[in-house]
RNA sequence: GAGGAUGUAGCUCAGUUGGUUAGAGCGCUAGUUUGUGGCACUAGAGGUCGGGGGUUCGACCCCCCUCAUUCUCCCCA
């Protein structure tokens, strides 16, 4: 016998657990849909060639390879095998990999489906993903995004609506968030300003850590990937400015860092004519670690709670153009929903009646009684109600067990008067009240209790 | 990729400086007037102590190797 186990940072998902998942993509996808986003679903393989180089290197090495069929060593690159050199030896043994996320793949179907697609195409994709990470807390291999993206339109009402989305979706999930957004276009004026264009990436990836570890902390980084030191005095001093409009003059000789105060500006404009729920703030650090955004940046942060972020995305200029469709502009956001279900569970957010599976339970006391229930409990469902029976006849002891621990609310109990009767007599198992009725009145009952 | 922690019953964990037959709680099964659950009581099933090697008269305990899981950093949802 061997003993069961589970890939490291993969998970079932018990019926209570599934319940609470369903929930949160119910929730999310209502949301979606109200926008006017459309289902997409595409393999949980990809080829590599689609996946590689869209992540940059440390995405590249989180790729799930799957291993070519048949004997593939007969394939294999034999100066990589003799070499025993694994990154060139993959090419030739491993064609295809695990989808790493769900927007490099909307890019390639669009791509592949230009002729039958509508722009601007809004879609919404709830899919998992794989990423072969070192797993912690929040951090999984196999986990869930859901996915909203418009592609083939510039205008800042899409980022606008992703606001709204989020907003929306976490108001209607109970969860208070604070979603963050900024714009590649400012970090970029940053750096010019700062005279340190060719530093770009390092700058961004020292600043996004403020929050983390300071003015001290980002000094320390900046100079650390070898920034002068008067670069790093220009970059504090414009970190400081917390709002827009002190921006505005830092940004005098530069082009770029202006076009993005502008977009970010028209996007407040349209959330302006809108009631919000959740905590709007302009982030001069967000910055975002995948290399394709281009305009406005998102990410969502759960209050009051330690975890990292539960939703981010942005603006892709060109992300088709890979796949050889230039010109086409998109922006999308995704919700992490195994960290939204970990905080709705540490916060007790979740909703009490998901708990429940049926409404009501049948127990019989012998083989005559029992085939009157089975008649009883489908006409329960017949009606729609979710309803269950017992498979044993006899003692009462184990149905009514069964019931407590299922959390099933109402007992049905079905002896030789009940099925002369007609009738059933129910308990309620919260209260205790018991009473006979016939179908008509239980099934008038059960939509009630 | 770097570093730490933990592997003992189905689950959560005790286990003395190394000493006879390895324990508890929960869960499970069967009972406690054969038409009534959660509670209580009684009885019972269930472990080659992650695996391999070593030290020792003797190892769950000490040493080495290995596997698995988990956490932190990097990065991310």
């Not at 999930?173 to 590649?184: A, M, S, Y």
């Not at 995704?334 to 429940?356: C, H, K, Q, W």
Request: with cysteine; charged share 25%.
């Amino acid at each position: 016998m061997q003993k069961p186990g589970l890939p490291e940072g993969t998970r079932d998902f018990g019926p209570e657990q599934s319940r609470k998942r369903n929930y949160i993509f119910d929730t999310i996808r209502a949301v979606f849909i109200k926008f006017g986003f459309q289902p997409l679903e595409t393999p949980a393989m990809e080829n590599l060639s689609t996946l590689t180089g869209k992540y940059g290197d440390e995405g590249d090495q989180l790729l799930f390879k799957i291993l070519n069929n048949g004997d593939f060593l007969q394939k294999a690159d034999p100066d990589a095998l003799e070499a025993r050199d694994s990154a060139r030896l993959a090419s030739s043994i491993s064609k295809r990999g695990l989808r790493y996320d769900l927007t490099v793949p909307f890019a390639r179907f669009v791509v592949m489906n230009r002729h039958a697609l509508t722009f601007p195409f809004k879609r919404y994709q709830v899919q998992p993903v794989w990423r072969a990470d070192r797993p912690q807390k929040g951090r999984y291999r196999e986990f869930y995004q859901c996915d909203v993206d418009v592609i083939g339109s510039d205008s800042l009402l899409y980022e606008a609506e992703l606001v709204q989305i989020y907003d929306e979706a976490f108001a209607d999930l109970q969860l208070p968030v604070e979603i963050r957004i900024n714009n590649r276009k400012i970090l970029y004026g940053i750096a010019e300003v700062a005279g340190i264009t060719d530093r770009f990436t390092d700058m961004t990836v020292a600043i996004d850590k403020l929050d983390k570890i300071g003015f001290d902390g980002v000094r320390k980084e900046l100079s650390d990937r070898g920034i002068p030191a008067a670069a790093v005095a220009t970059i504090e001093k414009i970190l400081s400015a917390s709002d827009l409009e002190a921006l505005q003059p830092v940004f005098a000789a530069s082009e770029t860092g202006k076009q993005g105060l502008e977009e970010l500006e028209q996007v407040f404009r349209y959330l302006e004519k809108v009631p919000l729920r959740n905590e709007v703030r302009f982030d001069i650090t967000l910055a975002r670690g995948l290399s394709y955004y281009t305009g406005c940046i998102f990410e969502v942060l759960a209050k009051g709670v330690k975890m990292g972020s539960i939703g981010g995305g942005g603006r892709y200029a060109d992300l088709t153009g890979v796949f050889g469709m230039p010109g086409l502009s998109g922006v999308g956001v995704s919700f992490g929903a195994d960290r939204i279900y970990d905080v709705l569970d540490m916060e007790n957010l979740f909703p009490d009646a998901l708990t429940e599976s049926v409404r009501i339970l049948f127990a019989a006391f012998d083989e005559a009684t029992h085939l009157y229930a089975f008649e009883c409990v489908s006409a329960v469902r017949a009606a729609g109600i979710p309803a269950d029976l017992y498979p044993t006849p006899g003692k009462l002891k184990k149905p009514f067990d069964y019931a407590a621990k299922c959390n099933i609310p109402n007992v049905a109990i079905i002896g030789e008067t009940e099925m002369q009767e007609r009738t059933v007599t129910v308990k309620n198992q919260q209260s205790g009240e018991q009473k006979s009725m016939s179908l008509d009145e239980l099934l008038q009952y059960l939509s009630g209790h």
